[in-house]
C-alpha cells in the first residue's frame, strides 16, 4: 500500500481540540526523515497507524549567537497534522516564514548541525546531529556533496541511520548513496587578496590540527574564447596542517598548471576548495561514487550567463574578507590581514552582491 505523501502543502485539520491536544503530547511515530540545506526543507515522518497532531511541536536547533550557545525555532505546529504512514516537508520561502508548513528561519545546513524535533513537554523526540561542539554550531556552512552530475544529495534516514541519499521529498527516501562523515573537516576559505595574488585558509576548530592534504582550490572563469575553463589554482601534498583557530596563506603563483596561462584573480569569480579525485600516483582522495567534497565556496553570480563578465576585483576596495574569521558573511576591507584576524570593514557597506552557496 502506498503512503500518503504531502509535501509544501497543507492537509486537513482535526476539528476536536480536545483531540489534537492530546494528540500534540505523543509524537513517538514521528521523526525527523530527511533535512536537504540545498532546497531549504525539513521532512518529517510518521511511522505509526494513527493520525498525529503536531500543536505544540517543534523543530529547533542549536547555533552560538555572539558566543553564547541557544536553541533556535525553526518551525512550530499550530494547527498542523500528520496522517499516519506520511510524510510532510516543512520548507522555507521568503515571504511566508512562520506560515503553517513552512520554516520560520531558512534552514542553510552547516557543517556543524544538531537540529531536533520536541513535543509539547520540550522532550527531545528525534534528532540529527554532524560534527562536534567546539566548531560552533550552526556557524559554518556545511560542505554539499554532489555527484559527477551536480545533484547535491540529502541527509535522509535509512531504516534507524542518517546517510547520504538522493533528494526525495514527501516521498519514500532512496537507496544509501554514502555515509555521513562525521569527522568534520572545518577549514574554510577566509580572505582574497586579488593585488597579490593570495588565498588565506582558516581552521574553524577551537581544538583541532588539521592535515588538509589532498585538498585543492578550484576556480572558474571565461578564457579567451569567452569558453568555460575551470582549473586547479592549488593544491596541498605531504603534511600540510593548520592549527586550531589557525590560518594558512596560499601563494597562487602559477606553478600548478602553467598550460592554463597566467592566473590573475582579478579575472576570478568562483572559487572553492574540495577533496582532490585520486590520480594514478595515488596523490588525493575519491569519497563515494567519485563525488567531490566541496568544502568551502564563493560564487558571483550565476554559471551559464557568463561567468566572468563582471569580475569580483571590479565590485570591491581592497580584500575579500570574512568577518568575523570563518563563519562571517563576505566583506570588503582595505587593509589585508593575510595570516591573521580579518580587518576592518568598510562602515555599513557589504561589498558584493555575491551568490553565497548556503551549504
Known amino acids: ?99 503553517a508548513y513552512y520554516l520560520k528561519r531558512d534552514f542553510s545546513a552547516r557543517k556543524n548541525t544538531y537540529i531536533w524535533l520536541q513535543d509539547v513537554s520540550q522532550a527531545e523526540i528525534s534528532n540529527f546531529k554532524r560534527g562536534q561542539e567546539d566548531i560552533g554550531w550552526n556557524q559554518v556552512h556545511m560542505q554539499k556533496c554532489a555527484n559527477d552530475t551536480g545533484l547535491v544529495y540529502s541527509y535522509s534516514r535509512v531504516g534507524k541511520e542518517w546517510v547520504y541519499a538522493i533528494p526525495t521529498p514527501g516521498t519514500a527516501n532512496g537507496e544509501k548513496q554514502g555515509d555521513i562523515d562525521q569527522n568534520m573537516f572545518p577549514v574554510v576559505i577566509n580572505e582574497i587578496d586579488f593585488a597579490q595574488n593570495k588565498i588565506e585558509l582558516y581552521n574553524v576548530s577551537s581544538t583541532r590540527t588539521v592535515n588538509i592534504c589532498g585538498a585543492e582550490l578550484r576556480w572558474s572563469r571565461l578564457d579567451e574564447k569567452g569558453e568555460e575553463d575551470n582549473c586547479t589554482l592549488w593544491y596541498a601534498t605531504g603534511t600540510t596542517e593548520i592549527k586550531p583557530n589557525g590560518f594558512y596563506v596560499v601563494n597562487v603563483d602559477n606553478t600548478v598548471n602553467k598550460q592554463d596561462g597566467d592566473i590573475d584573480l582579478s579575472d576570478c569569480v568562483s572559487v572553492n576548495f574540495r577533496l582532490r579525485l585520486r590520480d594514478s600516483s595515488g596523490d588525493g582522495h575519491v569519497d563515494f561514487t567519485n563525488s567531490r567534497y566541496v568544502f568551502d565556496e564563493i560564487k558571483r553570480g550565476v554559471k551559464g550567463s557568463g561567468w566572468a563578465q563582471d569580475t569580483l576585483s571590479k565590485s570591491i576596495s581592497g580584500n575579500l574578507v570574512r568577518v568575523p574569521d570563518g563563519i562571517g558573511d563576505w566583506e570588503s576591507t582595505e587593509t589585508p590581514s593575510m595570516g591573521s584576524t580579518n580587518g576592518t570593514l568598510h562602515s555599513g557597506k557589504n561589498a558584493i552582491d555575491l551568490e553565497i552557496d548556503g551549504y
Open 1 to 99: 500500500m502506498m503512503a500518503a505523501t504531502v509535501c509544501f502543502a497543507a492537509v486537513s485539520c482535526n476539528d476536536d481540540e480536545n483531540e489534537a491536544e492530546a494528540m500534540a503530547e505523543n509524537l513517538d511515530t514521528v521523526v525527523l526523515n530527511e533535512i536537504n540545506g540545498s532546497q531549504d526543507y525539513v521532512e518529517l515522518y510518521n511511522s505509526g497507524d494513527a493520525q498525529v497532531s503536531l500543536k505544540g511541536a517543534k523543530i529547533r536547533r542549536w547555533r552560538i549567537n555572539a558566543d553564547v550557545k541557544d536553541k533556535q525555532t525553526l518551525w512550530e505546529g499550530t494547527t498542523e497534522v500528520i496522517a499516519p504512514k506520511s510524510y510532510l516537508c516543512l520548507k522555507f520561502e521568503e515571504g511566508k516564514e512562520g506560515s
